[in-house]
């Protein structure tokens, strides 16, 4: 196959998982010619948009901010809000996601090849973005598995189990293709599903695996077939949490402020809360206690926020931004979060966001591409 050109990118949301993993590998892969952007909606925090500085800083290198239209009268979100007749984006219905991320990252990548490096921790079960476009492929550098569930159906299909020991036979010393070979033959279903075969080879050794996938993948259609070499094959890293916080603390970046934690009381009870997440400061999946956290930290920015609900739309379900923050509710959202907490102490996470839990919100990756 005739060797193309392709593209490493690797998109920074503001967010703590994207900010580590643009210092990591800038720290682990530095041969990889990484290209690096932001998607621009106009909505951010300005702590958001301090840590794209302050990475661009570390990095020594621009970031590319991309807009999904430029227009001197309307922020990109306000156009679109326009556009679409002044329906507020929901979870049933994330036009903002689409317009204001997913667009502009795929037209700054146009027809050309690229791998995307994409921060979902090894301690996530979670896949992440998943471009349609075929010249598109994510990495997952923070796993031990870096493949996409894509690519895993593809290589563990039953049918592919001959090729399977031939690759493993071709890569794998001796002694370990004897450990492997047991694991190999025996055949997909669902008692030994795809997770539990993948894990079983991880273990023996992620860097010979990968070998094998990569050289599996050389026929297929995917950007990656295009390389002669690749750097993270050695890869066998699987960072948590824990991890992610000291690469920002020990490379000088620092945390993003908003995961600061801050204090409130009620009722004679003293609280904290924070921000769980980077993205436009009215996300609508962000819970009730952030909901109060703007309020109290960034009233400007909630009032902007509480001027978007009109004709009956409301950035949370079934309840105006208006009522959430009436003397009682605030209370009660509150003494609700404290008792969350509480509950959730048991972890022992130093992170208040690993603590902020609400079965209500579903997190849209696609955000922190």
């Known amino acids: 196959m005739k060797n193309k050109k392709v593209r490493h990118v690797l998109g920074i949301s503001g967010g703590k998982d994207s900010a580590a993993l643009a210092i990591y590998m800038n720290q682990k892969y530095s041969d990889l010619n990484i290209e690096y952007y932001f998607c621009d909606t106009g909505k951010e925090l300005a702590e958001t948009l301090e840590?794209?500085?302050?990475?661009?800083?570390?990095?020594?290198?621009?970031?590319?901010?991309?807009?999904?239209?430029?227009?001197?009268?309307?922020?990109?979100?306000?156009?679109?809000?326009?556009?679409?007749?002044?329906?507020?984006?929901?979870?049933?219905?994330?036009?903002?996601?689409?317009?204001l991320k997913l667009e502009p990252f795929e037209k700054f990548i146009g027809d050309d090849l690229a791998i995307s490096y994409v921060g979902i921790r090894g301690d996530e079960d979670r896949e992440g973005y998943i471009s349609t476009k075929p010249n598109i492929q994510s990495v997952f550098p923070f796993r031990s598995n870096i493949w996409s569930i894509e690519i895993l159906s593809k290589f563990f299909q039953n049918e592919n189990i001959e090729i399977h020991l031939k690759l493993y036979k071709e890569f794998a010393e001796n002694s370990l293709f004897l450990r492997a070979k047991e694991i190999l033959k025996t055949p997909k279903d669902n008692k030994f599903t795809l997770s539990k075969k993948l894990n079983a080879l991880l273990s023996l050794n992620a860097s010979t695996f990968n070998k094998v996938i990569f050289e599996f993948l050389k026929d297929k259609n995917y950007p990656i077939s295009h390389l002669k070499e690749f750097s993270l094959l050695e890869h066998e890293d699987n960072l948590n949490r824990e991890d992610i916080f000291n690469l920002l603390r020990n490379s000088g970046v620092g945390v993003p402020s908003y995961y600061e934690k801050r204090t409130f009381t009620v009722d004679g009870l003293t609280g904290e809360y924070a921000r769980s997440r980077s993205g436009c400061f009215f996300c609508f999946f962000q819970q009730k206690i952030e909901w109060i956290w703007l309020y109290e930290q960034h009233p400007d920015l909630f009032k902007k926020a509480t001027d978007y609900e009109k004709d009956g739309y409301t950035w949370i379900q079934g309840e105006s931004l208006e009522d959430l923050i009436k003397p009682d509710r605030i209370r009660s959202i509150k003494l609700a979060a404290i008792k969350q907490n509480e509950k959730n102490n048991s972890k022992k996470s130093p992170y208040l966001i690993d603590l902020l839990i609400d079965s209500e919100n579903i997190v849209c990756a696609n955000c922190f591409i």
């Open 51 to 99: 840590l794209v500085d302050k990475i661009e800083v570390y990095l020594g290198k621009k970031i590319t901010r991309l807009k999904a239209i430029k227009n001197d009268h309307f922020e990109p979100f306000d156009y679109y809000l326009k556009s679409v007749g002044n329906f507020l984006p929901s979870v049933q219905a994330r036009w903002c996601t689409q317009k």
